[in-house]
């Protein structure tokens, strides 16, 4: 099948196409077929008037990446495609002349930066040098942002999805939606290490799961599970940042959206 026939199922909302390509092929090809129409060319924009609109993530690879159910990514695939959006895929090139220290040097840097293309090419770069190396400063990336950027529960998702095996799409998804979203680091700026630990972050956030069925739940469980993937010599603040959170947010059930639903059961 080839591009016009990936915009024909999602016009004639063909879902039992796509469940077949996740069925026979897997979901990681299924998001590769659709992939051109999964990102949005910007998350922000302001018109003359000063109007603002923000556009949020969406959750087909978070969905891909929680559900064992081919019907439910199906669904979210279709959800989540728009065709106006397409951006055509390409190999993303490598930058084998690059030491791993210059990688590493800038590579926060440059996703803070909204630079998307040298984001996308120093993530595959970094992760086919060292892929546990990539993860870990890719988490402590997301890290800094603020919970609700939600760029922790798309790291975790690229991490579920891709693991050991480099996937340009994926990559190119993941790293798309981290850099393009305005950073904000407001509340690492604004707090300090805690003396909690992190085994007693982890065990709350767990016994309240029930009570944070909320979209702000879901994001705080993401930083949650990123935060104890790996150690980090300031993470006394990031667990500051989630305790607070957790307070806040207890008991604050809204209604979820099916995909929500989901990604809360996987977290």
């Given at each position: 099948?080839?591009?016009?026939?990936?915009?024909?199922?999602?016009?004639?909302?063909?879902?039992?196409?796509?469940?077949?390509?996740?069925?026979?092929?897997?979901?990681?090809?299924?998001?590769?077929?659709?992939?051109?129409?999964?990102?949005?060319?910007?998350?922000?924009?302001?018109?003359?008037?000063?109007?603002?609109?923000?556009?949020?993530?969406?959750?087909a690879l978070p969905v891909a990446a929680f559900s064992d159910d081919a019907a439910e990514v199906a669904r979210e695939i279709l959800a989540s495609a728009r065709a106006p959006e397409r951006v055509k895929s390409k190999k993303i090139e490598r930058l084998s002349k690059e030491t791993i220290d210059n990688l590493m040097k800038n590579f926060m840097k440059i996703i803070a930066n909204n630079n998307v293309n040298f984001a996308i090419r120093y993530a595959k770069e970094i992760f086919l040098r060292d892929r546990e190396l990539f993860?870990?400063?890719?988490?402590?990336?997301t890290l800094l942002e603020e919970i609700d950027s939600q760029k922790s529960l798309m790291a975790l998702s690229l991490k579920k999805l891709m693991d050991t095996q480099v996937d340009d799409n994926l990559i190119y998804l993941a790293m798309s939606y981290i850099s393009k979203v305005k950073c904000n680091f407001d509340d690492y700026e604004n707090t300090v290490a805690t003396e909690a630990s992190k085994s007693d972050l982890i065990q709350k956030s767990q016994e309240s799961k029930e009570r944070l069925k909320s979209k702000k739940g879901i994001n705080l469980l993401a930083y949650v599970n990123v935060l104890k993937e790996y150690d980090y010599e300031n993470e006394g603040i990031f667990i500051n940042i989630a305790m607070k959170r957790l307070e806040e947010i207890q008991n604050t059930q809204k209604d979820l959206t099916c995909a929500e639903k989901i990604i809360h059961n996987g977290l």
């Open positions: 099948m080839d591009t016009m026939d990936a915009l024909e199922i999602l016009k004639e909302k063909k879902i039992d196409h796509i469940e077949k390509i996740i069925n026979e092929k897997g979901r990681n090809s299924a998001l590769e077929y659709f992939g051109e129409f999964l990102d949005h060319r910007s998350y922000f924009n302001i018109d003359r008037n000063g109007k603002i609109q923000r556009k949020n993530m969406n959750y993860y870990k400063t890719l988490f402590h990336y």
